[in-house]
């Protein structure tokens, strides 16, 4: 018998899964990144990027889309 899988979704994400759902390219995460548009956090060597972080990010494009 299979069991649901109930697993949360994950609370940091790759550059690669950011560029993916803002639809752009690495280099443009990285640029997010690099300006300070876009928080992230370094764990050993891999850049992530919170959840929350990115929620933030597009909640401001939304505030200066409506200005």
Same mark, same amino acid.
């Given at each position: 018998? +299979? &069991?649901? +899988?109930?697993? @949360?979704?994950?609370? *940091? *994400?790759? /550059? +690669?899964? /950011? @560029?993916?759902? &803002?639809? /752009?390219?690495?280099?443009? /995460?990285?640029? *997010? $990144?690099?300006?300070? !548009?876009? @928080?992230?956090?370094? $764990?050993?060597? %891999?850049?992530? $990027? %919170?959840?929350?972080? *990115?929620? !933030?990010? &597009?909640?401001?494009?939304? !505030? !200066?889309? %409506?200005?």
């Amino acid at each position: 018998m +299979d &069991l649901p +899988d109930h697993r @949360a979704p994950p609370l *940091l *994400l790759t /550059v +690669d899964q /950011v @560029a993916a759902r &803002l639809q /752009v390219s690495r280099w443009t /995460v990285y640029n *997010l $990144i690099r300006s300070r !548009e876009l @928080a992230s956090v370094t $764990i050993g060597r %891999s850049r992530r $990027i %919170s959840q929350a972080a *990115l929620h !933030e990010y &597009l909640a401001r494009l939304s !505030e !200066e889309g %409506s200005a």
